[in-house]
């Protein structure tokens, strides 16, 4: 199954090339605000994109581009 949104890469709490630093990150993040984070990607090859999923989906913008969702933690 595969998701995805659009969301403008500069509001990503981080960006790695690596899965499992992404997935760190996201873990870290999460514990702090308790709401659902995405990890993203645009394509393969290209880094993985850690979004607060309520607030990149509450704030798109002309600058969005289109990421696959590649995990959500809840």
């Keep these: 199954m595969s998701e995805n949104f659009f969301f403008n890469p500069g509001d990503s709490i981080a960006s790695e090339y690596d899965f ?3 997935y760190v990150a996201a ?6 605000i308790e ?3 995405l ?5 393969d090859g290209k880094p993985y ?3 607060d999923e309520a607030a990149a989906l509450a704030d ?3 600058e969005a ?4 969702v590649v995990h959500r933690l809840q």
């Design 39 to 43: 990890i993203t990607r645009e394509k």
């Design 60 to 62: 798109e913008k002309a």
């Design 20 to 22: 499992d630093s992404a």
């Design 27 to 32: 873990q870290i993040y999460r514990k702090k």
């Design 49 to 51: 994109f850690v979004f």
């Design 65 to 68: 581009k289109r990421f696959e």
């Design 35 to 37: 709401r659902p984070i």
